[in-house]
C-alpha cells in the first residue's frame, strides 16, 4: 500500500539509501535462514539447460553474426583505398585517369554488393533470435503456468495475484531477451571489437593505440551510469508496481471509497507516488545526461587523437591520408560493440533476478504430491470417514482438535457452530486442500492420502459462499466443471438449478457475457449458476459453505429448492449458520473450538437441549415434533 508522506522525503531517503556504502542487514525468516542459498552461477547453468535444445539455431546465429562481422571490416577498407588512389592521381607513373575511375567506379560496387549482403544476412539472424526466444518463452511460460497450478493454495497466497502475473509475463520476458543480452549480443561483440583490433594492429599500431586509449574509458563511463541508474530503475518499477495495485484496490472496491467519501484521498495518495515517480525519472534522465556529454567530450577527444598522430605519421612519410580516414570509420566503429558489450552485462544481471525468481518457483513442491503406488478414487462412495483429524495451519496453534466423524455414502452431514468455530477448515480436510496434522480422513475405509490427488478431486464439487464466476458467457461458467457437455446438458443443469427463467430473460441468453467474477448478476443469480455448475459435474461428493447466506427470501428459497435437487443421492457436508438450511441433514456436528460438541439429527439435538438447541432458540426457530 502507497503511504500519504513527502514525495521529497521519500526521495530524499531513497538517495540516501544509495548513497550508503553499507546497506542494513535484514531480518531473515527461518524458513529463508533454512534455505540453502543457490550460486547465481547455478541458475546460469540451469539456465542452459533449457536453452541447450535450440543449440544449433544459437550457433547459426552467431555464425552469420560472424561473416556480417566480417563483412563489416570489409568496406572501410575499400574507401580507403579510393582515398589514396586519389591523393595519389597526379603523382609520377601514377596509371591513366580512365583506368583509376574504373577501379573506384568497380571499388563502390563491391562496397554496395558487401553491404547489401551484410543486410541480407541480417534479417535471418534477427529472425532466427526472434524465433530462439519466443520458443525458449512459449516452453518455460507454459511450464511455469503448470507449475503455479500445482502450487499449495497458501504459497499462492502469499505471492499474491500480482506476483503471479509478474512471474508469468514480465520475468519470462526477461529470460527470452537473456539469450539475446548474455550470449548472443555480447559473442558479437567480442567478435566485432576483436576483429576490429585486428585490422588497426595490421593498419598501424600507433595510430591503434590513439585509437584503444579512449576505448576503456568510454566503458568505464559507462559502466558506471549503469551501476548508479540501476537502482533507479529498479527502484522506479517497485513505484510503479505499488501504484499499479493501488489503483486496482481502489477501483475494485471503488464502493467502499465512495461511501466513505475518499475519493480526494485517494486522488492524494496517487498524485504523491507519481510525484516520487517522475522525480525519480527525472534523476534518471539527468544522470543520462551527464553519461550523453562524457561520450560528446570523449569522442571528438579521440577523434583529435587520431587525427594528430595520424597526421604526423603522414606527415613524416610514415602513412597516407586513406590510413587516417580508415582509422576514424573502425574507431566510431569500435563504439558500438563496446557500448552493447557494457550494456548486455546490465541486461544480464537484470535477467539472472527474475531467472532466481522463475528457476525458484520451478523448483518448489507441488501441493500434495500423490505418494508412489497411489490409487485411483473409488466409482461409489460407501463411506466417509474421520478418524482423530487435527490440523494446525501454525505449529502449535489447533485449530481442529481430535475430530471423529461418520458419514454413510449418500447421507449428509451438516456443519454448524459460530464464526471461527473450524468448520470451513474441516472442509477444506475433507476437499484435501490440507491435510490432516494428526488423524486421517478416510474414503471407503482408505486414507485419502493414498488415493492420487487429482482422481479424488473428480468426485468432489464446491459451492462456496463467495462465488467465483469467470468472465465469459453463462454456459462457459456452466460447464466449466464438465469439458465437452451438450447445450441441451446446460440446459438441464440450469433448470435444476432455478437458473433457467433469468437466464432466459437475458439479451443473448446462454451465450451473454457476465463480466469478471460476474458482476453482472445478484448474488442470488451468482449462486444458481454456481449450482447449475455443480449439477453438471455431477459428483459423489458436494460441499455447501454458506451457499444461502446474504441472501433475500426469494432468493434463499429458489436455491433451497435448487440445493435439495443438488443433494440427492450425494454425500454431501454442509457448513451452515442458519438452521432451516440444514434441518433435514441425516447428522448434524456442533463445532466449537476446534472440536466436536455434540452430533445426532435436529431432533435428538433439540431433544438434547444443547449448544444446537441454545442456536436454533436464537434464531427464534419452531422445532418440528
Known amino acids: 500500500m502507497l503511504h500519504l508522506e513527502s514525495s521529497k522525503r521519500r526521495f530524499a531517503a531513497f538517495k540516501k539509501t544509495q548513497g550508503s556504502k553499507k546497506k542494513p542487514e535484514e531480518k531473515k525468516s527461518p524458513e529463508a535462514e533454512k534455505k540453502p542459498k543457490v550460486a547465481r552461477w547455478d541458475y546460469v547453468r540451469r539456465f542452459g539447460v533449457w536453452v541447450r535444445p535450440q543449440w544449433r539455431p544459437i550457433a547459426l546465429i552467431i555464425f552469420i553474426s560472424l561473416v556480417v562481422a566480417a563483412l563489416d571490416m570489409l568496406w572501410p577498407l575499400a574507401m580507403g583505398r579510393i582515398v589514396n588512389m586519389v591523393q595519389g592521381a597526379d603523382a609520377p607513373g601514377a596509371p591513366p585517369a580512365k583506368e583509376q575511375v574504373k577501379k573506384v567506379v568497380w571499388l563502390c560496387l563491391g562496397v554496395l554488393a558487401v553491404v547489401l549482403t551484410k543486410q541480407l544476412l541480417d534479417y535471418p539472424r534477427a529472425f532466427q533470435t526472434s524465433r530462439v526466444s519466443s520458443r525458449l518463452i512459449v516452453r518455460l511460460r507454459r511450464r511455469l503456468h503448470r507449475q503455479m497450478l500445482a502450487l499449495p493454495i497458501a504459497r499462492l497466497a502469499e505471492m499474491k ?55 576503456p574509458v568510454a566503458g568505464l563511463l559507462t559502466f558506471l551510469w549503469l551501476k548508479r541508474v540501476r537502482p533507479l530503475y529498479r527502484s522506479l518499477l517497485e513505484d510503479r508496481s505499488g501504484i499499479d495495485a493501488r489503483v486496482g484496490e481502489t477501483f475494485g472496491g471503488i464502493r467502499v471509497v465512495r461511501t466513505f467519501s475518499r475519493e480526494r484521498r485517494e486522488q492524494l495518495t496517487y498524485g504523491l507516488a507519481q510525484h516520487t515517480v ?130 454413510p ?61 469467470f468472465d465469459g458467457t453463462v454456459a462457459e461458467n456452466i460447464a466449466y466443471g464438465r469439458r465437452g457437455a451438450t447445450q441441451i446438458e446446460i440446459q438441464r443443469a440450469a433448470e435444476m438449478a432455478n437458473a433457467y427463467e433469468f437466464i432466459a430473460q437475458m439479451p443473448e441468453g446462454y451465450t451473454t457475457i457476465i463480466g469478471e467474477r460476474g458482476f453482472k448478476l445478484s448474488g442470488g443469480q451468482r449462486q444458481r449458476l454456481s449450482i447449475a455448475r455443480a449439477i453438471l459435474a455431477d459428483p459423489k461428493i458436494l460441499i455447501l459453505d454458506e451457499a444461502t447466506s446474504n441472501l433475500d427470501s426469494a432468493s434463499e428459497a429458489l436455491i433451497q429448492q435448487a440445493l435439495s435437487r443438488l443433494v440427492s443421492g450425494r454425500t454431501t ?17 456442533v463445532i466449537g473450538g476446534g472440536v466436536v460438541q455434540e452430533v445426532g439429527t435436529h431432533a435428538e439435538l433439540m431433544a438434547h437441549q444443547g449448544p444446537y438447541a441454545a442456536m436454533v432458540q436464537m434464531q427464534q426457530l419452531t422445532p418440528e415434533s
Open 278 to 407: 517522475v522525480r525519480k525519472q527525472l534523476a534518471a534522465e539527468r544522470l543520462g545526461m551527464l553519461l550523453e556529454s562524457g561520450w560528446g567530450l570523449l569522442i571528438p577527444l579521440a577523434s583529435m587523437t587520431v587525427i594528430g598522430v595520424g597526421a604526423w605519421l603522414v606527415l613524416n612519410g610514415h602513412g597516407k591520408v586513406g590510413d587516417l580516414f580508415i582509422f576514424q570509420i573502425y574507431a566510431v566503429m569500435l563504439l558500438g560493440p563496446i557500448i552493447q558489450l557494457v550494456a548486455s552485462v546490465s541486461q544480464t544481471q537484470k535477467g539472472l533476478t527474475a531467472l532466481q525468481r522463475v528457476f525458484d518457483t520451478l523448483e518448489e513442491s507441488p501441493d500434495k504430491p500423490d505418494q508412489a503406488g497411489a490409487l485411483p478414487a473409488p466409482a461409489a462412495i460407501e463411506e466417509l470417514r474421520l478418524e482423530s483429524v487435527c490440523f494446525e495451519y501454525n505449529p502449535g496453534v489447533p485449530v481442529l482438535k481430535d475430530i471423529s466423524l461418520r458419514v
Open 161 to 215: 495475484s500480482g506476483g503471479v502475473v509478474s512471474r508469468l509475463s514480465t520475468d519470462i520476458e526477461s529470460l527470452g531477451g537473456l539469450i539475446q543480452q548474455a550470449l548472443i549480443a555480447p559473442a558479437v561483440a567480442v567478435i566485432r571489437i576483436v576483429l576490429t583490433v585486428a585490422v588497426l594492429l595490421w593498419l598501424s599500431w600507433q595510430l591503434a593505440v590513439a585509437t584503444l586509449v579512449a576505448m
Open 573 to 589: 457436508v454442509i457448513i451452515a449458520h442458519r438452521m432451516a438450511t440444514i434441518r433435514n441433514a441425516h447428522q448434524i456436528a
Open 409 to 469: 455414502g449418500g447421507e449428509t452431514l451438516a456443519l454448524v457452530g459460530p464464526s471461527g468455530s473450524g468448520k470451513s477448515t474441516l472442509a477444506d480436510v475433507i476437499a484435501r486442500f490440507h491435510d490432516p496434522t494428526a488423524g486421517a480422513v478416510l474414503l471407503n475405509g482408505v486414507d485419502l492420502r493414498r488415493y492420487q490427488l487429482r482422481s479424488y478431486r473428480s468426485l468432489l464439487a464446491i459451492v462456496p459462499q463467495d462465488v467465483f464466476l
